[in-house]
């Protein structure tokens, strides 16, 4: 029988998941547990505020975890890990650092991004922060997250795509001078590569407080919804452009009949259709999405033992996987000094 191949995947603690992360990953994630032998990590040397909220960093953890049990992940068939739990991941970063050039972070958009974010205040009002060298150095954290399993596949969001290319180049790097270690990982994006906020934003993200979470319940979405930006201002019954309305976005995206979304698509042209129409569906579609999700979550927030079980075991798993990785590393860089003298 052939070895299944391996899926990493992850998500820093900081807070609840979102249709964001459940559209953009874990969607993917749950669908393919099943063919892939999975590592989902809860990346929380990755947080950019680490030092000063370790709290917020403990608890999400356990968010992340009942989040991902709501979602449909089977925590024995698949190991849940929690990374800095798993100290090879440190040593791998600073080893594979020096095969990394500074200008491939320099450029990295997505850093550059986030980078920008946390200096200038994510939210209005917010305070300005100085970003800590963890933070610049984190996609080589995640080069390291990737290759520790020697993963062939890493589905996430679109954000995420130059870290796996950066995966990519590090991972040949170091096979063709050294030893032929890593499989060379490719990126699976889902369904929705990033998906918009609900206040019309760009993506859908915790700092900007524009997110339908996972275990909102049923009144929240309505809630959250009734207030969605819903594009430029329109007579209700005023002709408009579905393009210009993030409403549509998300009709597409979760409501799983399309014929239905293609007629009020084409009223919406020609007749216009009432924002509240289209929310009203919306928000019924996504409490559709999300109510099992919630009873599930529901049932393990009842079994927090269980919960903790799974993080344990699943890291457990995992550190067998990352010792014989540092092992094969080690090796191909002929780091056992004592050994050969
Ligand atoms: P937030 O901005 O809400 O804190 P994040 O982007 O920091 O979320 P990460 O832990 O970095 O969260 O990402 C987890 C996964 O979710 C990644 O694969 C990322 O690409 C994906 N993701 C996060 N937000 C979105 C979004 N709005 N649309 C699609 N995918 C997303
Ligand atoms: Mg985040």
Same mark, same amino acid.
């Given at each position: 029988?052939?070895?299944?191949?391996?899926?990493?995947?992850?998500?820093?603690?900081?807070?609840?998941?979102?249709?964001?992360?459940?559209?953009?990953?874990?969607?993917?994630?749950?669908?393919?547990?099943?063919?892939?032998?999975?590592?989902?990590?809860?990346?929380?040397?990755?947080?950019?505020?680490?030092?000063?909220?370790?709290?917020?960093?403990?608890?999400?953890?356990?968010?992340?975890?009942?989040?991902?049990?709501?979602?449909?992940?089977?925590?024995?068939?698949?190991?849940?890990?929690?990374?800095?739990?798993?100290?090879?991941?440190?040593?791998?970063?600073?080893?594979?650092?020096?095969?990394?050039?500074?200008?491939?972070?320099?450029?990295?958009?997505?850093?550059?991004?986030?980078?920008?974010?946390?200096?200038?205040?994510?939210?209005?009002?917010?305070?300005?922060?100085?970003?800590?060298?963890?933070?610049?150095?984190?996609?080589?954290?995640?080069?390291?997250?990737?290759?520790?399993?020697?993963?062939?596949?890493?589905?996430?969001?679109?954000?995420?795509?130059?870290?796996?290319?950066?995966?990519?180049?590090?991972?040949?790097?170091?096979?063709?001078?050294?030893?032929?270690?890593?499989?060379?990982?490719?990126?699976?994006?889902?369904?929705?590569?990033?998906?918009?906020?609900?206040?019309?934003?760009?993506?859908?993200?915790?700092?900007?407080?524009?997110?339908?979470?996972?275990?909102?319940?049923?009144?929240?979405?309505?809630?959250?919804?009734?207030?969605?930006?819903?594009?430029?201002?329109?007579?209700?019954?005023?002709?408009?452009?579905?393009?210009?309305?993030?409403?549509?976005?998300? #009709?597409? &995206?979760?409501?799983? %009949?399309?014929? $239905?979304?293609?007629?009020? =698509?084409?009223? *919406?042209?020609?007749?216009?259709? /009432?924002?509240?129409?289209?929310?009203?569906? #919306?928000? &019924?579609?996504?409490? %559709?999405?999300? $109510?099992?999700?919630?009873? =599930?979550?529901? *049932?393990?927030?009842?079994?927090? /033992?269980?919960?903790?079980?799974?993080?344990?075991?699943?890291?457990?798993?995992?550190?067998?996987?990352?010792?014989?990785?540092?092992?094969?590393?080690?090796?191909?860089?002929?780091?056992?000094?004592?050994?050969?003298?």
């Amino acid at each position: 029988m052939t070895e299944r191949k391996r899926i990493l995947t992850g998500i820093r603690p900081t807070g609840s998941l979102h249709l964001g992360h459940y559209a953009g990953a874990i969607e993917n994630w749950v669908r393919l547990q099943h063919e892939y032998d999975c590592s989902f990590l809860i990346a929380d040397y990755q947080v950019s505020d680490y030092a000063d909220d370790i709290t917020h960093v403990r608890q999400s953890v356990w968010e992340v975890a009942l989040d991902w049990l709501g979602a449909g992940l089977n925590p024995e068939g698949s190991n849940f890990v929690i990374e800095s739990l798993v100290p090879e991941h440190t040593e791998l970063t600073t080893l594979l650092s020096w095969f990394l050039p500074v200008s491939m972070l320099e450029r990295n958009p997505t850093l550059k991004a986030e980078m920008a974010a946390i200096e200038e205040g994510e939210e209005p009002g917010s305070e300005r922060k100085p970003v800590p060298v963890a933070f610049y150095t984190y996609p080589v954290m995640q080069v390291a997250n990737i290759l520790m399993p020697r993963a062939h596949l890493v589905p996430v969001g679109e954000d995420q795509l130059p870290h796996i290319e950066m995966t990519r180049e590090i991972a040949r790097r170091f096979n063709n001078r050294f030893k032929d270690v890593f499989p060379e990982p490719d990126a699976l994006v889902g369904r929705v590569p990033r998906l918009v906020g609900i206040d019309g934003n760009a993506k859908m993200s915790k700092s900007r407080n524009n997110t339908i979470d996972l275990k909102d319940d049923a009144a929240t979405v309505t809630k959250k919804i009734r207030g969605m930006y819903g594009g430029p201002p329109r007579g209700a019954t005023e002709p408009g452009d579905p393009e210009e309305n993030p409403i549509f976005l998300y #009709l597409a &995206a979760f409501d799983p %009949d399309e014929s $239905e979304v293609a007629e009020l =698509r084409k009223r *919406y042209e020609t007749e216009g259709v /009432p924002n509240k129409e289209l929310k009203e569906l #919306l928000t &019924a579609r996504l409490n %559709d999405l999300l $109510e099992p999700m919630r009873e =599930r979550r529901a *049932y393990y927030e009842a079994r927090m /033992p269980d919960v903790r079980e799974a993080l344990e075991q699943g890291t457990k798993r995992f550190q067998v996987l990352a010792r014989e990785t540092m092992e094969m590393v080690r090796d191909g860089l002929d780091l056992n000094y004592l050994e050969k003298y």
